[in-house]
T-cell receptor
Framework: DGGITQSPKYLFRKEGQNVTLSCEQNLNHDAMYWYRQDPGQGLRLIYYSQIVNDFQKGDIAEGYSVSREKKESFPLTVTSAQKNPTAFYLC?????????????????FGPGTRLTVL | KNEVEQSPQNLTAQEGEFITINCSYSVGISALHWLQQHPGGGIVSLFMLSSGKKKHGRLIATINIQEKHSSLHITASHPRDSAVYICAVAGSARQLTFGSGTQLTVLP
């Protein structure tokens, strides 16, 4: 079955530690995204990547880092510089339409990882 | 930046009732998503639309581009419809802006 997997589902970390959240997709999608969700707020974009070895900051990139070494994988590291890391993190992916930079293509979401900083 | 407003924030209904959730946005868009998020957190796409109306089972989504407004309707609601419903719009640069969601509870 094609889809997006995120692991782990629940993650606990001590204050001051870095932690990496996994996101893998087997949909052959070019673009991948990381969102953060806080209670009562809409999802906010952290980082996105449209091609291997390239990624761009979203609205709330401070305190986070990403890599895109493989098309299938887009891990997110929450660093100790992130002041309020406790949140629900969602990964998504989509195709890209070449030659149409403004065309939106449907994003598909993973099951999410709930990070709690103790 | 596009702002997305959803109403109501919370909605409680009796099983069988007709439900409407509204979404308004502030600037031009290329597409609008209706998403469903269950208590476990995973998000499922219900509809993606850029004009008119779409129907899937008991769910109907409409959009009025001129008025910058979309509605999600659920007919014959059921307790299993209880979830958070999220409206998201795609503006330029292929990025989504999300509403804060509508928590729907359907009582048996």
């Amino acid at each position: 079955d094609g889809g997006i997997t995120q692991s782990p589902k629940y993650l606990f970390r001590k204050e001051g530690q870095n932690v990496t959240l996994s996101c893998e997709q087997n949909l052959n999608h070019d673009a991948m995204y990381w969102y953060r969700q806080d209670p009562g707020q809409g999802l906010r974009l952290i980082y996105y990547s449209q091609i291997v070895n390239d990624f761009q900051k979203g609205d709330i990139a401070e305190g986070y880092s990403v890599s895109r070494e493989k098309k299938e994988s887009f891990p997110l590291t929450v660093t100790s510089a992130q002041k309020n890391p406790t949140a629900f993190y969602l990964c998504a992916s989509s195709i890209l339409t070449s030659g149409s930079p403004r065309q939106y293509n449907e994003q598909f979401f993973g099951p999410g990882t709930r990070l709690t900083v103790l | 930046k596009n702002e997305v407003e959803q109403s109501p924030q919370n909605l409680t209904a009796q099983e069988g009732e007709f439900i409407t959730i509204n979404c308004s946005y502030s600037v031009g868009i290329s597409a609008l998503h209706w998403l469903q998020q269950h208590p476990g957190g995973g998000i499922v796409s219900l509809f993606m639309l850029s004009s008119g109306k779409k129907k899937h089972g008991r769910l109907i989504a409409t959009i009025n581009i001129q008025e910058k407004h979309s509605s999600l309707h659920i007919t014959a609601s059921h307790p299993r419809d209880s979830a958070v419903y999220i409206c998201a719009v795609a503006g330029s640069a292929r990025q989504l802006t999300f509403g804060s969601g509508t928590q729907l509870t359907v009582l048996p």
